[in-house]
């Protein structure tokens, strides 16, 4: 199996990267070449029994994804995208990536031809939802986006869809829950907060709160959407029929429970960090984003992820910190 994974620099590209290798297998497919892509230089792990390549690819360029197809991968995550953050404040960034970039690879694989049928899994957002909205989405609730980054990702869900329906490819979108703990430096998303109030506190640094603590939303961990879009890379599509976009199961929480397992985690002094800082912009893109979920399709075919907050910040411990928290009140 041949794989090819765009936006592969950012996080859960670098995430899902390692998880493939350390399987060296999707399912019960053995993979025997992966093919990283961003438009920051990927920089692959050390791999014995999986041959890595790279390049820095931008997507925009129909004749830069024609070269990533030309391979004809058997399986297509495409990561890549502009955050929720700049796509609103940026509307010419964001279509230029978040559609015209989904467009294009596409369209690539669509110029292979001769059978070419790739499984493609795209990672699209909560944000194809806006308000109103009901305390839990089920499936058949209708999208209605409210930012540009939403709109940007529903359009690429409806082209999956489509391309799926011709058999140009075997599609699966996923909306995916928000990531948190994201490792690593802040990004311009808008949910950048969600992870920052967990991930500067215990690294005995200071969180700004941009909302109020009641703020109430829909997440996994990163171990949660990894475990999400391999599953995607191998599960039976048949059950989805011409409806390729899924709802995923998460965990409904507000800002006040993720402090309160900060808390149980690393005790007041981390949470005293926190410092509420209002945002207009921030809290406005978040107010209209889904609260919970009924992710009854995904469930029945096999999608799982993280079950608590608790959960989420032990495994960024452990893989992010070492095992250590650096502020602790028994130290």
């Known amino acids: 199996m041949q794989i090819l994974i765009t936006g592969a620099a950012g996080m859960i590209g670098r995430k899902l990267t390692d998880a493939i290798l350390q399987a060296q297998a999707i399912g019960d497919h053995p993979v ?3 093919h990283l892509a961003d438009v920051i230089p990927p920089v692959p792990p050390a791999s014995d029994g999986v041959k ?3 390049s820095t690819t931008d997507l925009t360029d129909p004749d830069a994804a024609r070269v990533l ?3 004809r991968p058997d399986v297509i995550f495409h990561l890549a995208a502009v955050v929720s953050g700049q796509a609103e ?4 960034l964001g279509l230029s990536v978040n559609l015209d970039g989904t467009r294009t690879i596409l369209d690539a694989i669509r110029s292979v031809g001769a059978g070419y049928c790739p499984r493609f899994v795209f990672a699209s957002s909560l944000a194809v939802f806006g308000t109103p909205l009901p305390d839990v989405i089920p ?3 209708a999208p209605n986006p409210r930012t540009s980054y939403g709109a940007q990702k529903l359009i690429g869900e409806i082209l999956v869809s489509d391309f799926s329906r011709r058999g140009l490819l075997d599609g699966i979108s996923l909306r995916l829950p928000t990531i948190s703990i994201r490792p690593g430096a802040p990004n311009a998303a808008a949910s950048g907060f969600f992870s920052g109030i967990l991930r500067e506190p215990l690294a005995g640094l200071p969180a700004a709160l941009p909302v109020d603590p009641q703020t109430r939303h829909w997440f996994a961990g990163p171990r949660g959407a990894v475990g999400l879009l391999l599953h995607a890379a191998c599960v039976d599509t048949a059950p989805l029929g011409h409806k390729r976009a899924l709802n995923l199961p998460g965990i409904s929480a507000t800002v006040a429970d993720q402090i309160a397992a900060l808390e149980r985690v690393a005790g007041p002094r981390a949470v005293a960090l926190i410092q509420p800082q209002p945002d207009a912009l921030v809290k406005d893109i978040v107010s209209a984003w889904p609260r919970a979920f009924a992710p009854t399709r995904a ?9 608590s907050f608790d959960q989420i910040i032990a495994a960024h411990i452990e ?13």
């Open 89 to 92: 404040t940026n509307l010419d």
């Open 52 to 54: 890595i390549t790279t």
């Open 139 to 141: 499936d058949d609730f």
């Open 69 to 71: 197809t030309a391979s």
């Open 319 to 331: 893989d992010e910190l070492g095992g250590k928290i650096p502020l602790h009140d028994t130290e």
């Open 32 to 34: 025997k070449a992966l």
């Open 299 to 307: 469930l029945s075919m096999g999608f799982t992820a993280e079950t």
